[in-house]
């Protein structure tokens, strides 16, 4: 019995707002709402919606026979709860079918799996985790973003205990091999690799609406006849497809919602496949062999390589910059601080500064906001910039009294982040001399400084006082003793003199210092 696997990647990243100078140090929110609220609520209405209640309509139709598998980013997830919480609640009706697995990813669509092996292992159990109080299923499969893949990323995916893997059926891996056949993990055999048949795919995804294209339009009918006309011992075709095609990346109008409406029926009466989850090819098929990947592969462009998120100075500057931080983030609790590092590794920050303009441009153009790969990577290195000075504020003991989290690794992580900026926007920093930078400059005074100083503020004080005191004590006294009454008082003959002059003594008693009796009191 032969199979169609039919997978969807659901994934919309959070989409940066233009981050100028001036913002550096000064406002800390990176996010473009209107564009994430319009965006997410176009798609909702165009794609995700009437495809998820299509889906409902052909598993109410064929019952078991039709399945289809999903897995959905924490950034698209996050953004559906804030925007379009219905969309959630039709995926939970999928699941309640039993005819849909949902597949594990990275939390953040990320490149952590790249070079960072604890973040990429954090993110995929936050993700499983999710998935499993959200839908009510755990993921034993997983698809890393991208579809990025390798020797030593499969066998990360098996320690955690995932018994099956999607991936892309690149040519210079397979060389002669098929792409329809079940692989396993070269280092960990354990592990179940599915290969994703990227002719067939793309032909839905990218050449469906190209009316220059020799085989277009492209029909339910035609498509199976495609699958049939496939060598009798290859066992699945693996379809993995952006979710966005329907209905997105191909419009309503091209017939696409016709096509996969079709394609369940076509494929029962026309020929002898039928629709599979990845648990279900992995309870049933065994691996053909072994698969040998030593350089990660991805599912983008004709190269089916990193090129597209790794593949330039820019990115490779980025990249760099944005997991130097990694250290310091370890030891940081802040929710808010845990929140914008996840949104920051999204690939497709990086996607936006490529640039490849051969057969891919214009699958790089779409969803992206920004004019050119310059303009991307300027704006993004601006965030991570006020980034890192938040990072570092937050390791710095406060002022305020509040006890500053303890770190380890913050001082090595943040010599690393020293140089974050780029050098246009670092000449610009020393030139403006921000007044945030200033500020935390002084804040990062430790508590002993800052009592000392206190301290020595009051001792100085404290001095000023009673010099004064005594500068007004020796002016009273001065203003009581004329010269004409010291020089008698001197001369110890105290009622000749008060007899003599009279006149002093009336000045004294208008001082209120002296009695009806005789001369003022000498106290100072």
Sequence with gaps: MRSVC??????????????????????????????????????????YLPANRMMLQLINEFGKGFKVSYSISGTALDQFAQY???VIDSFRQLA???????????????????????????????????????????????????????????????NMGFHTMLTEGAKHVLGWKSPNYIYCNNLNPKLRVLLRNFRLSDDVSFRFSEQNWSEWPLTAEKFVGWLNAMD??????????????????????S??????????????????FTFA????????LQPMAALSVPYAISWADEERDLTAWKGNELQAEALSKLYSLSDAIAEIKDPVLKRDWGYLQSSNHFYYMSTKWFSAGEIHKHFNPYGSPYDAFINYMNVIS?????????????????????????????????????????????????????????AAKPRATVKETKAEKSKAGVKEKKAAKIKAAVKETKAIKPKAAVKEQKSAKPKAAAKA?????????KTGRVSKKGPASEKA
Aim: charged content about 30%; overall charge positive; proline content about 4%.
């Design 501 to 509: 002059k009279p006149a002093v003594a009336v000045k004294v008693a």
């Design 96 to 158: 309640a079918t039993g005819c849909v697995e949902f597949i594990s990813e990275t939390e953040y669509h990320s490149l952590a799996s790249l070079g960072n092996e604890k973040e990429f292992i954090r993110q995929v159990e936050t993700h499983t985790k999710r998935i499993e109080e959200l839908f009510g299923q755990k993921p034993q499969t997983f698809r890393n973003s991208e579809l990025i893949y390798s020797d030593v990323i499969g066998e990360m995916a098996a």
């Design 84 to 86: 379009v919480p219905e």
């Design 386 to 442: 006020d980034f890192a000075i938040r990072v570092e504020a937050s390791l710095l003991p406060a002022v305020t009294g509040s006890k500053p989290e303890k770190s380890k690794t913050a001082g090595k992580a943040l010599k690393k982040t020293s140089a974050v900026k780029t050098k246009a926007v670092e000449k610009k920093i020393k030139a403006g001399k921000l007044k945030a930078e200033v500020k935390e400059k002084k």
């Design 277 to 284: 989850t990845p648990e279900e090819l992995y309870q049933r």
């Design 6 to 47: 039919l997978y969807f990647q659901v994934h919309q990243p959070y989409r940066l707002r233009t981050y100028r100078f001036f913002n550096i140090g000064q406002d800390h929110y990176y996010y473009d709402d209107y564009q994430n609220r319009h965006i997410i609520r176009r798609v909702a209405e165009k794609c």
């Design 255 to 272: 017939g696409i919602f016709d096509f996969f409406y079709h394609l369940p029926s076509t494929v029962f009466a026309k020929s002898n």
């Design 232 to 253: 009798p011992q290859e066992e699945v075709v693996n379809l993995f497809l952006d979710y966005e095609t329907i209905g997105e990346h191909q419009l309503k109008e």
